[in-house]
């Protein structure tokens, strides 16, 4: 199995940036591609961002522009900076990690708020 863990959401006003990361542990030689998705308060969970192991890259229209995604193989870490950002990006964010084309692995979350 795979463990991730997200570390870096907090409180941050409109406008401002956030770095979260997320760190994966046990079985990540199972690991394709990683992502990051959310969930704001009352709604369904969301898709953000998706790296593949050779570093392409897509995002949700929402945060395009805003958000970037990288990876860092050889710590086995997915990271997402967000800039600009907006009271609609409050939410709890997770990471995630594909085996294949779905999401098998998630974190526990971490919470991003933006305050105006």
């Known amino acids: 199995q795979v463990q991730l863990v997200e570390s870096g959401g907090g409180l941050v006003q409109v406008g401002g940036s956030l770095r979260l990361s997320c760190a994966a542990s046990?079985?990540?030689?199972?690991?394709?591609?990683m992502g990051w998705y959310r969930q704001a308060p009352g709604k369904q969970r969301e898709f953000v961002a998706r790296?593949?192991?050779?570093?392409?890259?897509s995002y949700a229209d929402s945060v395009k522009g805003r958000f970037t995604i990288s990876r860092d193989g050889a710590k086995n870490s997915v990271y997402v900076q967000m800039t600009t950002l907006k009271p609609e990006d409050t939410a709890v964010y997770y990471c995630?990690?594909?085996?294949?084309?779905?999401?098998?692995?998630w974190g526990q979350g971490t919470q991003v708020t933006v305050s105006s």
């Open positions: 790296i593949t192991r050779g570093g392409t890259t």
């Open positions: 995630a990690a594909a085996r294949g084309l779905w999401f098998n692995f």
């Open positions: 046990g079985s990540t030689w199972l690991i394709d591609d």
